[in-house]
T-cell receptor, first 111, second 108 residues
């Protein structure tokens, strides 16, 4: 079974721009979660979607948003990028709620 | 605020030894517990899950859970240089909260 895929793998943006990241979960998985990973803060939860509904949201500003489509694919968007948004963005899929399987991540650099 | 604490390390062990990684958590309502392995430049990989008190063994890995003490551990027997990575403890109670990880270095 194919794993979680994320596109693009690398991205360079400038401050003030916006970015959209995409995630395709493992076939059959209906839950998709997004995380931000930085050296200082570690892995931090952004949000979780299940059947196109946001089920949980982490403590991030409203500039971070997401959505899930009927085929379980998910996108996250960051508007008005700041230097501090530079991070590895990880998507994870789960068949229900617990065990999560991560994609390779998108490395975002904001200059 | 839910917290998961891990010693950042590095934990250095010789090849063939037992590596012991520890994790404590603050949320008593936590129900599911996981260990992930993350190689440098890669994404986390799920290696163990445990849901009830006691030990769970899978090959060279043993996860131990003590809910009364709010403590989770991972033992790696016969450690190999390929086990050198950062090990992340994750605890679930509606959302998954990760510790910052312990770096393990296994020397040949």
């Amino acid at each position: 079974k194919a794993g979680v895929t994320q596109t693009p793998r690398y991205l360079i943006k400038t401050r003030g721009q916006q970015v959209t990241l995409s995630c395709s979960p493992i076939s059959g998985h209906r839950s998709v979660s997004w995380y931000q990973q930085t050296p200082g803060q570690g892995l931090q939860f952004l949000f979780e979607y299940f059947s196109e509904t946001q089920r949980n949201k982490g403590n991030f500003p409203g500039r971070f948003s997401g959505r899930q489509f009927s085929n379980s694919r998910s996108e996250m968007n960051v508007s008005t990028l700041e230097l501090g948004d530079s991070a590895l963005y990880l998507c994870a899929s789960s068949p229900a709620r617990d065990e999560q399987y991560f994609g390779p991540g998108t490395r975002l650099t904001v200059t | 605020q839910k917290e998961v604490e891990q010693n950042s390390g590095p934990l250095s062990v010789p090849e063939g030894a037992i590596a012991s990684l520890n994790c404590t958590y603050s949320d008593r309502g936590s129900q599911s517990f996981f260990w992930y392995r993350q190689y440098s430049g890669k994404s986390p990989e799920l290696i163990m899950s445990i849901y009830s008190n006691g030990d769970k063994e899978d090959g060279r890995f043993t996860a131990q859970l003590n809910k009364a003490s709010q403590y989770v551990s991972l033992l790696i027997r016969d450690s190999q240089p390929s086990d050198s990575a950062t090990y992340l403890c994750a605890v679930s109670h509606s959302t998954l909260t990760f510790g910052k990880g312990t770096m393990l270095l296994v020397s040949p």
